[in-house]
């Protein structure tokens, strides 16, 4: 299955591993920080209906 | 925001897909260049990250104008969305570039025309990332990295002629468009190129518009903890 | 607009202005060098209109966060944002002071320092001219680059940051039109291009920068 790459072998590999490495890096960092921001602003949300709720009340 | 969640899924498995079928074929099923041997298999990373290098600089100058003169707020959170991919990308042409020219020049690095206004390239997001993670008010930082991506293309563009004028280039010219003229790309390598050139296009839109997404919840975050604190 | 020319000019002369940092500055980068590279002096011949270029753009770029930073501290460009005299205008006699500062001493000091390095003779001509048109884009270029960090307390490595790859073509035409002159080609065509991205930057820059102050003073 894995192609003869010759004499370049580990420049080809180093080339492929490297671009991969920097897209999924990219892919989870950015996933990462999606996840944090949006529960951090459905923590705020809720806090706010809470405020408004207690506030209503009184 | 509800149209983006809507079409997100597709972008995401329509860029899983055609990175991975482009990727799979340039890396397995393609043969040796006679000249080059297996180091041409490089191609199906460098060229589309170093296309996509300079596409993600001008749809930020595009969204920068769409702010500065239309004032839509969406639009300078996506330019400052595509800015960390516009970075990355850059950085795999430098770095596969190096790579390849290893064996291929006999160096790593060369003050080729190309190369040295990839640097520049990477020295210009590097700045306007800087400016936008250093000014506090969202509006201002739009503003100002607005302005600053619209001079900034200006000078980008007159360097790019600078360093031509100062240096021959070692690099070859672009082959993706010599279809139809003498030397050029052959078709089993052109077709798994195109593929992956798509692949790069939807990862690239994948990213912006995830990191849009979050930037929007981001200054939505702020406004409330602002509506907050005020009581 | 005399009068803010006459006191920009007073306050940069003033003691802790900046007006002989600039030049110190040059004068260390050219002493430097030889002591990293070595004394050959083909080498440094060769090497030098690179040198006092870089040398020249580094040291311009240390009064930069100057132009707009102690007005803004004390208010002053609030007011001058209200005068009568448009902020282009402002602008361009702020970079013209920080030019009459930086630049022009710059450029009347460079052949001195050329000795140190050995340029060849008939390199000098081209690098006080080359220098004399070229400076100028740099202090209004530093200019527009102060105005969108106006605000910030940190600004100046911003600044650098931001600046430094803005100068890229005055850089490359600057010290290609000492070397094509140093070396006996014909320097016009790069010349003319540097003097090109002068009036180029001249002319428009001041716009952008007006546009980045109002952004920062709302």
């Not at chain 2, 360093?163 to 993706?176: A, C, E, P, R, Y």
């Not at chain 3, 208010?75 to 001058?80: A, M």
């Not at chain 3, 050329?114 to 070229?134: E, F, I």
Request: hydrophobic fraction near 60%.
């Amino acid at each position: 299955m894995m192609p003869d790459l010759g004499d370049y072998a580990a420049t080809v590999l180093g080339a492929w591993g490297a671009t991969l490495l920097a897209l999924a890096g990219l892919l989870a960092l950015t996933l990462v920080q999606s996840r944090r921001v949006a529960r951090a602003l459905t923590e705020a949300e809720a806090r706010v209906a809470q405020a408004k709720a207690a506030g209503a009340k009184a | 925001m509800r149209l983006s969640r809507r079409v997100l899924p597709w972008i995401a498995a329509l860029a899983g897909l055609s990175l991975g079928i482009g990727l799979i074929w340039g890396f397995f099923f393609t043969p040796d260049d006679y000249k080059q041997g297996s180091t041409v298999k490089i191609l199906f990373i460098h060229v589309p990250a170093a296309m996509m290098a300079i596409n993600a600089w001008i749809m930020m100058l595009v969204t920068s104008l769409i702010w500065v003169i239309r004032r839509h707020h969406v639009s300078a959170l996506a330019a400052r969305a595509a800015a960390p991919a516009g970075l990355v990308f850059t950085l795999i042409a430098l770095v596969t570039g190096a790579l390849w020219g290893q064996p291929m020049w006999n160096t790593w690095w060369e003050w080729d025309p190309r190369l040295t206004s990839f640097l520049i390239l990477l020295l210009f997001y590097l700045g306007y990332i800087a400016l936008w993670s250093a000014i506090e008010d969202p509006e201002t930082a739009a503003d100002l990295t607005g302005i600053l991506c619209v001079v900034g293309s200006v000078f980008a563009v007159m360097s790019r002629y600078a360093v031509k004028f100062w240096n021959q280039g070692l690099h070859q010219d672009s082959t993706i468009l010599k279809v139809g003229e003498k030397d050029p790309l052959d078709v089993a390598y052109y077709v798994p190129l195109v593929i992956c050139l798509v692949g790069f296009v939807l990862f690239f839109i994948l990213i912006v518009l995830l990191r849009t997404r979050m930037l929007i919840r981001a200054r939505r975050l702020i406004a409330l903890e602002a509506r907050e604190r005020l009581g | 607009m005399i009068a803010l020319l006459a006191r920009d000019l007073s306050l940069a002369f003033r003691a802790g202005g900046g007006f002989g940092l600039g030049l110190a500055f040059f004068l260390l980068v050219v002493v430097l060098v030889p002591l990293g590279v070595g004394p050959d002096s083909a080498i440094l011949a060769a090497i030098a209109p690179g040198v006092l270029w870089v040398g020249a753009l580094l040291a311009s770029l240390l009064s930069l966060d100057r132009i707009f930073a102690l007005d803004h501290e004390d208010g002053s460009l609030d007011l001058l944002a209200t005068a009568p005299l448009p902020l282009e205008g402002v602008v361009a006699i702020k970079a013209l002071a920080h030019w009459l500062v930086t630049g022009l001493a710059l450029t009347l000091a460079a052949p001195l320092l050329a000795v140190l390095l050995n340029l060849p003779a008939p390199g000098y001509p081209w690098l006080l001219l080359s220098l004399a048109v070229g400076t100028p884009a740099l202090s209004v270029i530093g200019a527009f680059g102060a105005s969108l960090t106006i605000g910030l307390r940190r600004g100046g490595l911003l600044l650098s940051l931001l600046v430094l790859p803005l100068y890229v073509p005055t850089l490359v035409f600057g010290a290609e039109v000492v070397r094509r002159g140093a070396t006996g080609l014909a320097p016009a065509t790069p010349l003319a291009l540097l003097a090109a991205i002068t009036a180029g930057s001249l002319a428009l820059l001041p716009f952008a920068a007006a546009a980045a102050i109002r952004v920062n003073l709302r």
